[in-house]
T-cell receptor
Framework: GEDVEQSLFLSVREGDSSVINCTYT??????LYWYKQEPGAGLQLLTY?????DMKQDQRLTVLLNKKDKHLSLRIADTQTGDSAIYFC???????????FGKGTTLSVSS | DTEVTQTPKHLVMGMTNKKSLKCEQH?????MYWYKQKAKKPPELMFV???????INESVPSRFSPECPNSSLLNLHLHALQPEDSALYLC????????????FGNGTRLTVT
């Protein structure tokens, strides 16, 4: 079955870049997503990438997609304390009937 | 700010109570979803409505009953819940099912005593 894997924790210093990695199994996924969840809040759609793209940049966020290795990454430039949150990678399942989430990466930013 | 609004933000209910969670979106989206999220876990899909019709029910117990009165509103009726049902309940919407990005509300934090 489909599976999405992420490392569970990442700790960085304010001003550094953060890179959160994700691997997925379903090569037919059309879109891959990054969601951010702050404590006590819902999921915020950060960015998404269409499967025929290699890279997408949106202000401080850069998404890289390696379809051959089924690897997705989210780079946050100039990480701020407000970026501390859980980041979920997600893909659509093969049947197009579910959004499969990774377990989430907790990003901790220290000043 | 989220464009999917959920009420109430917090709910405490006893095991014999009946309550409802509400969700509203005005983005013209035609698919709406209920997810359940336990602490430090990813969200789990419960129900999907597409064009106001229930299209997916992920084997959810009958003590959870969804309702979609119109294309902007989604309710989740709760009855005879168990303490293990305590969780964050998230509503989401998308333009056309899972082929388009899901936009989530901030959730209702439910505690069953």
């Amino acid at each position: 079955g489909e599976d999405v894997e992420q490392s569970l924790f990442l700790s960085v210093r304010e001003g550094d870049s953060s890179v959160i990695n994700c691997t997925y199994t379903d090569s037919s996924s059309t879109y891959l997503y990054w969601y951010k969840q702050e404590p006590g809040a819902g999921l915020q759609l950060l960015t998404y990438i269409f499967s025929n793209m290699d890279m997408k940049q949106d202000q401080r966020l850069t998404v890289l997609l390696n379809k051959k290795d089924k690897h997705l990454s989210l780079r946050i430039a100039d990480t701020q304390t407000g970026d501390s949150a859980i980041y979920f990678c997600a893909e659509i399942d093969q049947a197009g009937t579910a959004l499969i989430f990774g377990k989430g990466t907790t990003l901790s930013v220290s000043s | 700010d989220t464009e999917v609004t959920q009420t109430p933000k917090h709910l405490v209910m006893g095991m014999t109570n009946k309550k409802s969670l509400k969700c509203e979106q005005h983005m013209g989206h035609r698919a709406m979803y209920w997810y359940k999220q336990k602490a430090k876990k990813p969200p789990e899909l419960m129900f999907v409505y597409s064009y106001e019709k229930l299209s997916i029910n992920e084997s959810v117990p009958s003590r959870f009953s969804p309702e979609c009165p119109n294309s902007s509103l989604l309710n989740l009726h709760l009855h005879a819940l168990q303490p293990e049902d305590s969780a964050l309940y998230l509503c989401a919407s998308s333009q056309e099912g899972f082929g388009s990005p899901l936009h989530f509300g901030n959730g209702t934090r439910l505690t069953v005593t």
